[in-house]
């Protein structure tokens, strides 16, 4: 009689790049969907947290994306994400053919294409697939991805894209129009962060308790996603960052640039933009984004919790 012996499947390897709070989160559920995750930060205590729950912590981005199907880079903007593809131990060398970059930094839908097309001629493929959702939607597999890219790229990134969306939407066949819609909710949220820290700072300055103006506020008209999301950490006197000041530094930046040569006005992200500025200007630049409330606070002499 012969004993037929269950064979052992193999786990399809994926690696992330960029293991900050988005992307440790991600390949945390990536894990979860029954991923191999192999994993590089240039920050090497980011990529620590990675061997601790099963994960490899890999040398280089080279070495992390060697024989993965997908390579997932959380990186910040264009000129990290150049890097990681196309640098010293770059990883576009050394992924396998019809393995798929899926790009999650933010950066203009120009930029976007440029690393595309470069990427494609060398027989992988490239998704553009900005992110939204903060840390705990990452960890949990439900952020909301904006993609764009051809049904191949699609089809290569499909398993990872199930991990780690909540929402998907496919936006378009070409890379950068998923660029496109990531800059026009980035203008929303900046402009929507810096609304929410100056009517803080207003109803400070009149006396009010602020957690009954947050009560308020939440359940009426007034009320949006950033307001009901960042005021607890004013709140709270929390400015540990989910989101730093710096990134919407970078991110208004870039919607100003794009509309500058459009030309278009844009005259609340302009504003937005200026009071990132100062308040990164003030020494915040790697706190949490609610930080603009404090320079507010400075500004008028007023009081904030924790203040």
């Known amino acids: 009689m012969t004993i037929k012996r269950k064979t052992k499947t193999a786990r399809p390897r994926i690696a992330v790049i960029g293991l900050g709070s988005m992307g440790f989160g991600m390949a945390s559920a990536l894990m979860r969907a029954g991923?191999?995750?192999?994993?590089?930060?240039?920050?090497?205590?980011?990529?620590?947290?990675?061997?601790?729950?099963?994960?490899?912590?890999?040398?280089?981005?080279?070495?992390?994306a060697r024989g993965a199907g997908a390579v997932v880079s959380v990186v910040v903007n264009a000129a990290q994400t150049e890097a990681i593809?196309?640098?010293?131990?770059?990883?576009?060398?050394?992924?396998?053919?019809?393995?798929?970059?899926?790009?999650?930094?933010?950066?203009?839908?120009d930029a976007v294409r440029g690393l595309a097309a470069k990427l494609e001629g060398s027989g992988r493929h490239y998704l553009d697939a900005p992110i939204s959702g903060g840390a705990a939607r990452a960890a949990e597999g439900r952020l909301t991805i904006l993609a764009s890219g051809s049904k191949t790229a699609f089809d290569a990134a499909r398993p990872a894209l199930k991990?780690?969306?909540?929402?998907?939407?496919?936006?378009?066949?070409?890379?950068?129009?998923?660029?496109?819609?990531?800059?026009?909710?980035?203008?929303?949220?900046?402009v929507h962060i810096a609304a929410a820290c100056e009517a803080v700072a207003f109803a400070a300055s009149m006396g009010l308790d602020l957690r009954r103006v947050y009560e308020?506020?939440?359940?009426?008209?007034?009320?949006?996603?950033?307001?009901?999301?960042?005021?607890?950490?004013?709140?709270?006197?929390?400015?540990?960052?989910?989101?730093?000041?710096?990134?919407?530094?970078?991110?208004?930046?870039?919607?100003?640039?794009?509309?500058?040569?459009?030309?278009?006005?844009?005259?609340?992200?302009?504003?937005?933009?200026?009071?990132?500025?100062?308040?990164?200007?003030?020494?915040?630049?790697?706190?949490?984004?609610?930080?603009?409330?404090?320079?507010?606070?400075?500004?008028?002499?007023?009081?904030?919790?924790?203040?």
Not at 39 to 53: K, M, R, T
Not at 165 to 187: C, P, R, S, W, Y
Not at 232 to 240: F, G, K, Q
């Open 35 to 64: 991923f191999d995750v192999a994993g590089f930060d240039v920050i090497a205590e980011n990529a620590a947290p990675l061997a601790g729950i099963g994960g490899e912590v890999a040398a280089s981005a080279a070495e992390a």
């Open 85 to 109: 593809l196309f640098g010293a131990d770059g990883c576009a060398g050394v992924m396998p053919p019809g393995a798929v970059f899926i790009s999650c930094a933010t950066m203009a839908p």
């Open 163 to 190: 991990a780690m969306a909540g929402t998907l939407h496919e936006l378009g066949d070409e890379a950068g129009i998923g660029a496109g819609f990531k800059m026009v909710n980035q203008l929303l949220a900046g």
């Open 216 to 307: 308020v506020i939440t359940g009426s008209a007034g009320n949006s996603w950033m307001f009901e999301n960042r005021v607890p950490h004013i709140l709270d006197a929390d400015y540990a960052p989910r989101s730093a000041v710096n990134i919407f530094t970078k991110d208004l930046g870039i919607v100003l640039d794009m509309a500058r040569a459009t030309p278009l006005p844009v005259p609340m992200a302009g504003s937005a933009l200026q009071l990132f500025l100062m308040t990164a200007s003030a020494g915040m630049a790697r706190e949490d984004d609610a930080a603009v409330a404090k320079l507010f606070a400075r500004i008028a002499d007023i009081s904030l919790p924790g203040s």
